[in-house]
Nanobody, 120 residues
Framework: QVQLVESGGGSVQAGGSLRLTCTAS????????MNWHRQAPGKQRELVAD???????VYADSVKGRFTITRDYALNTVYLQMNSLKPEDTAVYYC??????????????WGQGTQVTVSS
């Protein structure tokens, strides 16, 4: 059984910073991708940041220059450093990972979500 566990959400004032952490655990053979998404009330879930196998990163235009995604391959962990937060960053943030279980095929897993609230 594979699980993604997120932590690091919370409430912060505009201009502040938060760091989200997501760790995958279980019968993992390989992790092909790990990324962060978010969903604000009344809006669709959107991709915030993705880190590729080459360690190159892709960001939503709205967070470029403020958010940084990094990955620790040894720990099966992905981080999202969020700086200069704005009220419009308020959302539930989800970690997602494409994981191949031992003896199985790859499938997409989601974390439970962590709330980020930015006040003006």
């Amino acid at each position: 059984q594979v699980q993604l566990v997120e932590s690091g959400g919370g409430s912060v004032q505009a201009g502040g910073s938060l760091r989200l952490t997501c760790t995958a655990s279980g019968s993992i053979f390989s992790i092909n991708a790990m990324n962060w998404h978010r969903q604000a009330p009344g809006k669709q879930r959107e991709l915030v940041a993705d880190i590729l196998s080459s360690s190159a990163a892709v960001y939503a235009d709205s967070v470029k220059g403020r958010f940084t995604i990094t990955r620790d391959y040894a720990l099966n962990t992905v981080y999202l450093q969020m700086n200069s937060l704005k009220p419009e960053d308020t959302a539930v943030y989800y970690c997602a990972a494409l994981i191949r279980e031992t003896g199985g095929s790859a499938r997409l897993y989601w974390g439970q979500g962590t709330q980020v609230t930015v006040s003006s």
